[in-house]
């Protein structure tokens, strides 16, 4: 993902814009991004200043840190239990061979 060219107070002052009377057509023409952009970082500003809102998303991304966890954990407990499973055929035939 592309890093973003204004930093996070310049986002705040051009969000500021807005609230002041300033069109949003007009902003986003000023300061060269598209509409999208400008109701993106509005959502993001949202989300910051709610407390539950806030926490959730922090929740989810933890939730999905915490599956993407399991999901390698548990791909690796298969192959080892496969491995293992090898194991003991293998012990089992060197076993009936002497």
């Known amino acids: 993902m592309r890093k973003s060219k204004f930093s996070e107070s ?37 989300i910051e200043q709610d407390e539950d809102k806030r926490r959730l998303k922090q929740l989810e991304e933890e939730n999905k840190r915490l599956k993407k966890m399991y999901a390698e954990l548990s791909l690796d407990h298969d192959i080892l239990q496969h491995g293992y499973e090898m194991l003991k055929k293998w012990q089992a035939q060197d076993a009936k061979k002497k």
């Not at 069109?23 to 500003?45: D, G, M, N």
Request: charged share 25%; glycine share 2%; hydrophobic share 45%.
């Open 10 to 46: 310049q986002r705040m002052a051009i969000l500021a814009k807005a609230d002041v009377g300033q069109s949003v057509e007009a902003i986003c023409r000023e300061h060269q991004i598209s509409p999208a952009t400008f109701y993106k970082w509005k959502k993001e500003l949202a």
